[in-house]
Nanobody, 120 residues
Framework: QVQLVESGGGLVQPGGSLRLSCAASGSIFSIYTMGWYRQTPGNERALVATITSGSSTNYADSVKGRFTISRDNAKNTVYLQMNSLKPEDTAVYYC??????????????WGQGTQVTVSS
């Protein structure tokens, strides 16, 4: 079994910062890609940022220059540093991890989601 534990969401004023964390544990042999997605009511889940095992990153245009994704492979943890937050960043943020287990099977897991609210 695999668990993804997210933390770091909350309420912040426009222009403020938050740091999200997502720690993966369980039957994981090797993690490929880790990422963050977000969803607002009535909309589909959308990419925020991803990072590969080789630390290549990809960002949504709307967050480039403001958000930074990073990972600690020793801890199976991915982070999202969010700066200069805007009200339109308000959403539920979901962690995503693509990994291979000891039997060589690929899995795609999602975290439970953490609410980020940007408001004055």
């Amino acid at each position: 079994q695999v668990q993804l534990v997210e933390s770091g969401g909350g309420l912040v004023q426009p222009g403020g910062s938050l740091r999200l964390s997502c720690a993966a544990s369980g039957s994981i042999f090797s993690i490929y890609t880790m990422g963050w997605y977000r969803q607002t009511p009535g909309n589909e889940r959308a990419l925020v940022a991803t990072i590969t095992s080789g630390s290549s990153t990809n960002y949504a245009d709307s967050v480039k220059g403001r958000f930074t994704i990073s990972r600690d492979n020793a801890k199976n943890t991915v982070y999202l540093q969010m700066n200069s937050l805007k009200p339109e960043d308000t959403a539920v943020y979901y962690c995503n991890v693509v990994f291979v287990n000891a039997l060589g099977f690929r899995h795609d897991y999602w975290g439970q989601g953490t609410q980020v609210t940007v408001s004055s």
